[in-house]
């Protein structure tokens, strides 16, 4: 299921795109996987097995479902909680940015 998301005014400067991403986080604590449910040029929602804690600092692997190359997220931002899932922010990302771009646009 695909489609695009409003964008709440006082919160996000993206609009997100629904998307259901096979994916993995990684951070202090070792790796998890989940799934990308919805995705933005500046951030995502995630759907986990593993609760993360508001503020963390994670690293994403993102597969495409059309099987092109990952993208990594370098370095994203723990912004909201709650159960079984988590938003975060991109704060750095791999070369292949204009992929993020490609999903984006979809």
């Not at 609760?51 to 099987?67: A, W």
């Amino acid at each position: 299921m695909e489609g695009t998301l409003p964008v709440p005014s006082e919160s996000r400067s993206d609009a997100r795109k629904v998307v259901g991403l096979r994916m993995i986080v990684a951070d202090k604590l070792g790796l998890a996987r989940g799934e990308v449910t919805n995705l933005s040029l500046g951030g995502c929602g995630l759907r986990l097995t593993r609760r993360l804690r508001l503020g963390q600092y994670v690293t994403l692997i993102v597969y495409p479902n059309d099987r092109t190359r990952m993208i990594q997220f370098d370095l994203a931002r723990v912004k909201w909680v709650e159960t079984g899932g988590a938003g975060v922010k991109f704060l750095s990302v791999s070369p292949q940015y204009h992929e993020l771009h490609r999903l984006c646009a979809e």
